[in-house]
């Protein structure tokens, strides 16, 4: 069994894998193993690169008042 270094949250996707490069239309990978495949597609040659990973927005703060930070 393979040691993960993906979180739980994300799962194995040909959209970040090392050996693919998206497509110009955005909807497709061109793998250099596989061939054509879609964003959430994956195979047994998926070799996670970080950096093509686009992690999660995070939440707003709110908004707030000057009163809210007054003693």
């Known amino acids: 069994m393979r040691?993960?270094?993906l979180n739980?949250?994300?799962a194995p996707?040909?959209?970040?894998c090392a050996h693919g490069i998206l497509s110009p239309?955005?909807?497709?990978?061109l793998c250099v193993k596989t061939g054509?495949?879609?964003l959430d597609s994956n195979c047994r040659s998926f070799k996670y690169d970080p950096l093509?990973?686009?992690p999660p927005?995070?939440?707003s703060m709110g908004s707030?008042?000057?009163?809210d930070f007054e003693l």
């Open 3 to 5: 040691k993960s270094v």
């Open 8 to 10: 739980k949250e994300t």
């Open 13 to 16: 996707a040909c959209g970040i």
């Open 25 to 29: 239309d955005g909807e497709t990978v």
């Open 36 to 38: 054509i495949r879609q």
């Open 52 to 54: 093509k990973r686009v």
């Open 57 to 59: 927005r995070r939440k």
């Open 64 to 67: 707030f008042t000057k009163e």
